[in-house]
């Protein structure tokens, strides 16, 4: 069965530090979101991408958070610098196709990347 | 979107049915109801979702009431493995954006 990929799975960094998270999505989903979950909290949005645009990025603190998805395919999420409250599970997510004329797909999750700034 | 409201735990016997409530007093005619769990240190995963009639498929039975101002995901015969978060989503399937806006969702513990 398709997955979504992630890595790495955990990650530990100082603050004021660079980090990248990698997502690799389910072979023809179109659209790639990037969640950020804080423990004991549901998943955040912070960017969605269809193809290589960005539809949503109105959570993503973009002082310090980039997101990019060149090719349309897999995405890589940055941060810089870390701050301490950037400890959280990174989450992938890619579904087939977002847009007018098609139904509602599900959206399928990876495993995610555990981020730990000390 | 609406928002939901869940108890933030629940416990239920293995081999005994699960029955989550979700409460959604002010949703909109075009918003659907969905239900995501998310298992220990995985990501989020589906389980069903409905707009006003009752839906079932291989993992659970989605109960919404008439005025749809709540819901109940059952999960007919529950195993260890159902242990989890469970989380009630209530959104506009507009096609334009599929955002999922989860609130903090309940704790369920299955109980050997």
């Not at chain 2, 529950?78 to 507009?94: F, G, K, P």
């Amino acid at each position: 069965e398709a997955e979504v990929a992630q890595s790495p799975r955990y990650k530990i960094t100082e603050k004021s530090q660079a980090v990248a998270f990698w997502c690799d999505p389910i072979s023809g989903h179109a659209t790639l979101y990037w969640y950020r979950q804080i423990l004991g909290q549901g998943p955040e949005l912070l960017v969605q991408f269809q193809d290589e645009s960005v539809v949503d990025d109105s959570q993503l603190p973009k002082d310090r958070f980039s997101a990019e998805r060149l090719k349309g395919v897999d995405s890589t999420l940055k941060i810089q610098p870390a701050e301490l409250g950037d400890s959280a599970m990174y989450l992938c997510a890619s579904s087939l196709q977002s847009g007018a004329g098609w139904a509602w797909n599900e959206q399928f999750f990876g495993p995610g990347t555990r981020l730990t700034v000390l | 979107d609406a928002k939901t409201t869940q108890p933030p735990s629940m416990d239920c016997a293995e081999g005994r049915a699960a029955n989550l409530p979700c409460n959604h007093s002010t949703i909109s005619g075009n918003e659907y109801v969905y239900w995501y769990r998310q298992i220990h240190s995985q990501g989020p995963q589906y389980i069903i979702h409905g707009l006003k009639n009752n839906e079932t498929n291989e993992m659970a039975s989605l109960i919404i009431t008439e005025d749809r101002k709540s819901s109940t995901l059952i999960l007919p015969h529950a195993t260890l493995r159902d242990t989890a978060v469970y989380y009630c989503i209530v959104r506009v399937s507009n096609f334009g954006n599929e955002k999922l806006t989860f609130g903090t969702g309940t704790r369920l513990t299955i109980i050997p």
